[in-house]
């Protein structure tokens, strides 16, 4: 575990900007302990609070698993590094992640993943169908970009973010999932129910789908309206997630 190998931020940011961290880093915890990570690939960041446009995001070369507060690296919108740190970020990590943040004043937070659900789903052309109670509540909240390989080419970023829109999911076609959220909390239970409709999608396709039953429509239109109450439910899930972290990954707050 790499837990303590960056010296501790906290009295040398401002409460905002270690607030950020510390729900950043219970992020890639979380995301750890569900399973979701792709070991040092994949990002999560936040913005930093103040009129500079600054974020953070993950030193490269770290799991998800040891993240911590102050390891997080702090750039502005061009990639470079406005903190000192022995930490680099990964320039495809930039890339969405920068657009993201420059394009979508509410998007405070945005997850990016690799899952095998979430990239199984995100490589069928139907897309997210309405199987599950999950998928039809984010039926108006998931928005698709197609795949035009490694996110390197900065000309990516106008298409991802008009693809995306006012959405706060989406799948990035043949490669992943994608959340946002003003808080971390609306981000992760976005991308949690994100993830478990991809599941329960290449669970109930696995046995092919000729048999499979759509929601019906009445059913789905109703379900639409109650996926607007996913905001309320994240300010419930929160404070739980960060007492599992406690439990069985502490130290994400140093």
């Known amino acids: 575990m790499a837990d303590g190998h960056a010296p501790s931020l906290k009295s040398r940011v401002s409460e905002g900007e270690w607030r950020a961290r510390v729900d950043l880093a219970a992020l890639y915890r979380l995301v750890a302990l569900h399973g979701w990570d792709d070991m040092i690939f994949t990002h999560i960041s936040a913005r930093v609070p103040g009129p500079e446009h600054h974020f953070l995001i993950n030193p490269y070369g770290w799991y998800f698993e040891e993240m911590t507060a102050s390891a997080l690296v702090k750039v502005d919108l061009e990639g470079n590094v406005v903190q000192e740190t022995t930490g680099f970020i990964n320039p495809a990590g930039f890339t969405i992640h920068s657009a993201v943040h420059a394009a979508r004043e509410d998007a405070h937070y945005v997850i ?40 390197l080419n900065h000309d990516e970023r106008e298409r991802l973010v008009a693809d995306l829109g006012d959405k706060s999911l989406m799948l990035l076609r043949n490669h992943g999932t994608l959340a946002v959220g003003q808080t971390a909390a609306a981000a992760w239970v976005g991308m949690f129910f994100l993830e478990r409709a991809c599941a329960q999608q290449v669970a109930a396709l696995s046995g092919g789908r000729e048999h499979v039953l759509i929601a019906p429509e009445a059913a789905q239109a109703e379900t639409r309206e109650q996926g607007k109450g996913i905001g309320f439910v994240s300010s419930l899930a929160w404070p739980g997630a960060l007492r599992l972290l406690d439990r069985k990954s502490p130290g994400y707050d140093a």
């Open 112 to 151: 990016h993943l690799h899952t095998t659900a979430g990239v199984g789903v995100a490589s069928q052309a139907h897309g997210l169908l309405p199987l599950s109670q999950n998928a039809c509540l984010l039926q108006d909240q998931v928005a698709y970009h197609g795949y035009e390989g490694l996110a």
